[in-house]
């Protein structure tokens, strides 16, 4: 039985226009960035270049990481729209959200989704500091915090006025971390 490919989702199109879009500016060719890949390790033909910004190609985890590095960019903007704000994107697994929250999302600030998302009734509040503590690793986690802060400033909030007691425990707690490491 022939299985059929699957199809590129939301968030494998907006690759391929980001792609596009980043090796336009830098008036780079397809060829050019099909050299520089070679050269990185990570050989990829003009054509199978020209198949991915088309949208008839997958761009795998290795290509993502690979093609960002040519073209001098993070891996979340090549999977992310070039804006943050209240326009809409769609991310795969999540669906539609604000741009706005799918680069807090890709930044580490904030979940798409509730955590777990399978058990909605036992998810924990998710608050930022519990996410922060998923999604960054350590010794990143109190570099967070200032984004993390200005975030909530820019929504009108105070920088704590979210934190849950336990939050402000682990806070705390990184804080007393980060500085006796240095």
């Given at each position: 039985m022939a299985t059929r490919p699957v199809e590129i989702g939301p968030?494998?199109?907006?690759?391929?226009?980001?792609?596009e879009r980043l090796r336009t500016e830098l008036?780079?060719?397809?060829?050019?960035?099909?050299?520089?890949?070679?050269?990185?390790?990570?050989?990829?033909?003009?054509?199978?270049?020209?198949?991915?910004?088309?949208g008839e190609r997958r761009v795998d985890v290795d290509d993502l990481a690979a093609i960002?590095?040519?073209?001098?960019?993070?891996?979340?903007?090549?999977?992310?729209?070039?804006?943050?704000?209240a326009s809409r994107t769609t991310v795969t697994g999540a669906g539609p959200v604000t741009t706005e929250?799918?680069?807090?999302?890709?930044?580490?600030?904030?979940?798409?989704?509730?955590?777990?998302?399978?058990?909605?009734?036992?998810?924990?509040?998710d608050g930022p500091l519990t996410h922060a503590l998923r999604a960054r690793?350590?010794?990143?986690?109190?570099r967070h915090l200032p984004?993390?802060?200005?975030?909530?400033?820019?929504?009108?909030?105070?920088p704590f006025s979210q934190f849950t007691r336990g939050e402000l425990v682990q806070l705390l707690d990184n804080l007393r971390a980060a500085i006796t490491r240095d």
């Open positions: 968030t494998g199109l907006q690759t391929a226009k980001n792609i008036g780079m060719s397809q060829r050019r960035l099909a050299e520089i890949l070679t050269d990185l390790g990570r050989p990829t033909p003009t054509t199978a270049l020209s198949k991915i910004e088309r960002a590095v040519a073209l001098g960019v993070s891996p979340a903007t090549l999977l992310l729209p070039p804006v943050a704000d929250a799918a680069w807090d999302w890709a930044d580490g600030i904030s979940p798409l989704l509730p955590f777990p998302v399978d058990e909605p009734d036992q998810a924990d509040e690793p350590e010794g990143r986690r109190t984004l993390l802060a200005t975030a909530r400033q820019a929504a009108g909030a105070g």
